[in-house]
């Protein structure tokens, strides 16, 4: 079975500094995906990154970058230049690449401040 | 494209009433997946198919039915709704290939609908 950890209720970081938010996972596949979605209040589910289990570097995306550390079965997400809009939950996903679930963590709630 | 589709936005229920939510992609993707989130929570999977004419449970996926008749659509149906089905739901879709071992960048990834607030009073 696959488990997402995010250890981080809430987290608070000063505008145009970087953050980093914590997700650990634990799975028996070889193969599998790692994600990040940003939920604002209005509620959507927004796909920021994507990270595969057998890729080499770690994923970028603008101001998103994925600190994935295979062997301690880690993938934490880095915001640089935070800003305002950035406020939001945050949810680390898992992907089974073969069977095609995924499973969520229980999100981490972002607050910028000006 | 208009993406992930779902209707409705917003329903109220009372205990016991059945209804169906709405699914619907134009993508062309093969997977299509059904989640709840509750308050201040994840999203947990409630049924999920890779393709039409074949569905599988997910992780909590007593109290509803799926049915997947076209690679489109994929409703879901609660046939006697109970507080405890108070959540956002939402669908997803996705496009997988048929790979095996290595994962492929950019075809898993899940693309979501707006959601549908449900509450059983």
């Known amino acids: 079975a696959q488990k997402i950890t995010q250890t981080q209720p809430g987290m608070f970081v000063q505008e145009k500094e970087a953050v980093t938010l914590d997700c650990t996972y634990d799975?028996?596949?070889?193969?599998?995906?790692l994600f990040w979605y940003k939920q604002p209040s209005s509620g959507e589910m927004i796909f920021l990154i994507y990270?595969?289990?057998?890729?080499?570097q770690n994923a970028t995306e603008g101001r998103y970058s994925l600190n994935f550390q295979k062997a301690r079965k880690s993938a934490n997400l880095v915001i640089s230049a935070s800003q305002l809009g950035d406020s939001a939950m945050y949810f680390c996903?898992?992907?089974?690449?073969?069977?095609?679930?995924?499973?969520f963590g229980d999100g981490t709630t972002l607050t910028v401040k000006p | 494209n208009a993406g992930v589709t779902q209707t409705p936005k917003f329903r109220i229920l009372k205990i016991g009433q059945s209804m169906t939510l709405q699914c619907a992609q134009d993508?062309?993707?093969?997977?299509m997946y059904w989640y709840r989130q509750d308050p201040g929570m994840g999203l947990k999977l409630i049924y999920y198919?890779?393709?039409?004419?074949?569905?599988d449970k997910g992780e909590v996926p007593n109290g509803y039915n799926v049915s997947r008749s076209t690679t489109e659509d994929f409703p879901l149906r609660l046939e006697l709704a109970a507080p405890s089905q108070t959540s956002v739901y939402f669908c997803?879709?996705?496009?997988?290939?048929?790979?095996?071992?290595?994962?492929?960048?950019?075809?898993?990834?899940?693309?979501f609908g707006p959601g549908t607030r449900l509450t059983v009073l």
């Open positions: 997803a879709s996705s496009y997988r290939r048929g790979v095996t071992g290595r994962s492929t960048n950019s075809t898993d990834t899940q693309y």
């Open positions: 799975t028996s596949d070889p193969s599998y995906g």
């Open positions: 990270q595969g289990s057998y890729d080499q």
């Open positions: 996903a898992m992907r089974d690449v073969n069977a095609g679930k995924s499973t």
């Open positions: 993508m062309n993707h093969n997977y």
């Open positions: 198919s890779v393709g039409a004419g074949i569905t």
